[in-house]
C-alpha cells in the first residue's frame, strides 16, 4: 500500500465542490491545540465571518465539528422533546430525513407534502399549522439538493413565527450560493454545510440560531438525547468567555472554513451570488440549445444545482461514468425517487465558474452525440458563449 | 481580517500531538467526490489499515466522521436501548462521560468507581456483574487520558464476555502508542480518536465492532437515536458491495487517516509500541531527576500520557503559559478532580520523540528554577541523555 495521490476531478456533482487552492493550502498548515489562544482568536473570527455570512446578528453562531447531516441533527435534537409536535415539509430527500430525525426524538411528525422538483407550498403550511396549533417547530429545506427546487424561506419562517413555532432550515446546499438572511426571514435554527457553495472541505456543518432557540433549549425538560450534539455543552467551548473542554475541534478544518469565508467576503455574498446566477444561465442557455430540460421550473430553480432530465433511452450512469473517465468531471446522479430521472449538475462556489461550464458542456455534447442522442446540432457551447459574449457578462 | 497563520508549537498535551509533514501534505490533496471510484479504493484501504491498526478481523472497522466523543457515543447509542443495563467503570472523566451518554439512552447506568489515576479494578466489575446478571454492556477507558492510566483491558472484556455483556472499549488515547489488541481481548466495540498516537488531525473517531456487537444491532427492537451515528445507516456508504449515499464523508480527513496509518504500518506497531515506552521512560528520568513525580503508579502509566504532580505552591497555569509563550511547547493541565493539581505531558505519536523529550526537560529547568522551584540541581536534562546513552537505546 502507498499514499493515495487523487485524480484531479472538476467537482460538478452536488457536493462537494471544488476546493480553492487557498483553501487547500490552509488546510495544511502545522495544528495547533484546539485550547491554543491563537486558536482561540481564530475562533471568535470564524464565528464572527459565520454571522456575516448567515447574515445574522445571532450570538450562537459557529462550526459543528461534523458533516453537514450532523448539523441537521444537532437542530432538531436540541429544539425537539419527547412528546413535542413538528411539521416537516417534504419536497425530497432531504425533507424526508428531517422527518427520520425528528421520530427519533420521540416528536410526533406532521407532513406537509410537495412533489419532489416543486417548491414547499406555503398555503399547505399554514394549513398545517392552522390544523396542529399545539406544533412547536416548522422544519423545511430552503434548497433541496436531491431535486434542485428553492423555497421561499422568508414566507415560510414567517407563518411559522405568526403561529408561534419555531423555524429549522437546512440551507446546506444553499449558503453561498443564493440569499440566505436569516435574521430578515426569521428563522430559528439553521445548519449548513462547508462543501458546497463554501467550497470548503466536507466535514464542518456550520449553524445558527437565534435568541427564541436558545430560550427553548434552555426550558427543556429533559436533557438532549446526544452528548456529543448538546448545544448546552457545545457552547462551552465555543461561547464567549472562558473555555472549557468538550470535544477536540477538527483544528486543520477550522482552518480551512476560515479561509473559505474569507474567500466569500472579499469577493462580496452579492457578487458571489450574481456569479453563481451568471453561470447558471449560461449552462441553461448551453443545456436548452442541446434540446436537454430542467425537471424544475425556472422560478424555483437553483442556479448551484442543475436537475437536468435525462433523454428518454439513456443510460445515465454510463455518461456520467464516461464523462468521469474521459474529462474527469464529476456529475451527481438522482436520489431516490430521481434516481435515474436526472443529472445534478452543480455550479457551487469555486466549480461556478465559466470554464466550468463550458467544459462540461462541451463534453456532454461529444459524449451525447457519441451515444446517439438527437443534441439539436450541438450548439450548447456556442448558446453558453453567446451568453457570456451578450447579456451574461452584464448580469 | 486576513488569513490565519497558525504559530509553530511542539504539541505535548493530551492530544492533538504534532502531525507528521506527511499527514498534512496528504490532507491538502486535491478534493474529489465521496462516491467517486478512487475514493471507494481508499475507502477500502483505510478499512484494512484500520483493522491492522485495531488488531482484528473485524468487517465492521471504519473511521467515523467526527471527533473521538461522537465515536463514543456511536458505540453506545447503537448497542444500547432504553432500560437495558450497562455497567460503566469510571476512573477518570472519560469514564464518567460514558455514564452520561449511558443515561440519555434511556438505559441504566451501573457504576463501578475506582480513584482516578488508578486503573478499573477488575474485582470491582466482577462483583457488579455478579451483581446484575442482567447487565448487556461493560464500558471502560483502556487508557485514560484525564490521568494517565491505563487499565487491563484484555482482563476487564473478558470478565464481560464471560457473563456474556457485550464490552465498549475507549481506545481514543492508546491506539498507536501502547498494545490495542481488540480480537485478542475479545472486546465488543472499540473506539478511538485521530489526534492522540495517530497524530493524523483532529476530527475522525475510528471505530471497530465485532460480529456479536454487530448481531446486538441487527436485533434492536427501537431505531437507533441518532440518525447521524446509526450503524445500520452508516454501513451503507462504509460497507462491502455498492456504497450508498448516507452523509458526505470529511474526504480531505480521510486522506490524512490513510497516510497516518502507513506511517505506522511503516515502522511497525511494536515498534511504535516500543518507542512510546523508551521516550516516556526517558521522560520519567528527567523528571525524577528534578525531584517531579507522578500522579501514578509505574505499573498503570501511560507512556504517552504523564501525569505530573504540580509542586507545592507552584500556579501551574503560569508554567504552561511560560512554555508556551517563551518555548512553544503545549503541555495540558489536569481535567475536572485533577485540575490545579498536575500537568499532562503527551509523548503521542509524532510527539513521542527524543528531541521532545530534552526539549521539554531543559525548558521546564528553565522555567521552574526562574519560579523559585527547588529541582534538585537541574540534572533532569543529563539523566534524559544519560538514559537514551544507556539502556535506552537497547529498549
Given at each position: 500500500m502507498t499514499s493515495f495521490h487523487p485524480p484531479q476531478r472538476t467537482l460538478m456533482g452536488p457536493g462537494p465542490s471544488d476546493v480553492h487552492p487557498r483553501v487547500l493550502e490552509a488546510l495544511s498548515r502545522p495544528t495547533v491545540g484546539h485550547l491554543d489562544p491563537a486558536f482561540q482568536a481564530l475562533m471568535?473570527?470564524?464565528?464572527?465571518?459565520?454571522?456575516?455570512?448567515?447574515?445574522?446578528?445571532?450570538?450562537?453562531?459557529?462550526?459543528?465539528?461534523?458533516?453537514?447531516?450532523?448539523?441537521?441533527?444537532?437542530?432538531?435534537?436540541?429544539?425537539?422533546?419527547?412528546g413535542d409536535t413538528a411539521i416537516v415539509c417534504r419536497n425530497g430527500v432531504f425533507g424526508g430525513r428531517m422527518l427520520e430525525i425528528v421520530e427519533r426524538c420521540g416528536a410526533r411528525a406532521v407532513v406537509v407534502d410537495d412533489a419532489w422538483g416543486d417548491p414547499v407550498d406555503p398555503q399547505k403550511l399554514s394549513d398545517a399549522l392552522a390544523a396542529h396549533p399545539a406544533a412547536k417547530v416548522v422544519a423545511f429545506v430552503h434548497a433541496e439538493t436531491s431535486t434542485g427546487a428553492q423555497?421561499?424561506?422568508?414566507?415560510?419562517?414567517?407563518?411559522?413565527?405568526?403561529?408561534?413555532?419555531?423555524?429549522?432550515?437546512?440551507?446546506?446546499t444553499s449558503l453561498g450560493g443564493t440569499p440566505v438572511e436569516v435574521d430578515a426571514w426569521g428563522a430559528d435554527a439553521v445548519y449548513s454545510g462547508s462543501q458546497k457553495c463554501l467550497s470548503c472541505v466536507p466535514g464542518i456543518a456550520p449553524v445558527t440560531f437565534s435568541p427564541r432557540a436558545v430560550a427553548a433549549v434552555e426550558g427543556r425538560r429533559t436533557k438532549v438525547q446526544s452528548w456529543f450534539l448538546d448545544l448546552s455543552l457545545v457552547m462551552a467551548y465555543w461561547g464567549e468567555g472562558s473555555r472549557s473542554y468538550h470535544h477536540t475541534a477538527p483544528v486543520n478544518a477550522i482552518y480551512a472554513l476560515h479561509e473559505s469565508l474569507l474567500l466569500l467576503q472579499e469577493e462580496g455574498l452579492e457578487a458571489a451570488w450574481a456569479r453563481h446566477a451568471r453561470n447558471h444561465r449560461a449552462l441553461a442557455a448551453g443545456l436548452e440549445a442541446m434540446g436537454l430540460s430542467f425537471a424544475v421550473a425556472p422560478a424555483h430553480r437553483l442556479p448551484q444545482l442543475n436537475a437536468v432530465t435525462v433523454p428518454a433511452g439513456v443510460e445515465e450512469a454510463a455518461v456520467r461514468a464516461r464523462l468521469l473517465h474521459d474529462f474527469g468531471i464529476e456529475l451527481g446522479a438522482g436520489l431516490g425517487a430521481m434516481a435515474g430521472k436526472i443529472w445534478r449538475i452543480g455550479l457551487m462556489g469555486h466549480s461556478s465558474r465559466r470554464r466550468n461550464v463550458l467544459l462540461c458542456l462541451a463534453a456532454l455534447e461529444v459524449v451525447l452525440r457519441d451515444m446517439g442522442v438527437d443534441i439539436h446540432g450541438g450548439q450548447g457551447l456556442a448558446a453558453a458563449e453567446a451568453f457570456y459574449a451578450g447579456g451574461g457578462q452584464s448580469f
Open positions: 471568535a473570527e470564524v464565528k464572527e465571518l459565520l454571522r456575516a455570512t448567515f447574515l445574522t446578528k445571532n450570538a450562537l453562531t459557529f462550526p459543528t465539528s461534523a458533516p453537514g447531516s450532523a448539523g441537521m441533527e444537532a437542530c432538531f435534537v436540541n429544539l425537539l422533546e419527547p423555497s421561499d424561506a422568508a414566507v415560510l419562517c414567517g407563518l411559522a413565527r405568526e403561529r408561534g413555532c419555531l423555524s429549522i432550515v437546512d440551507t446546506v
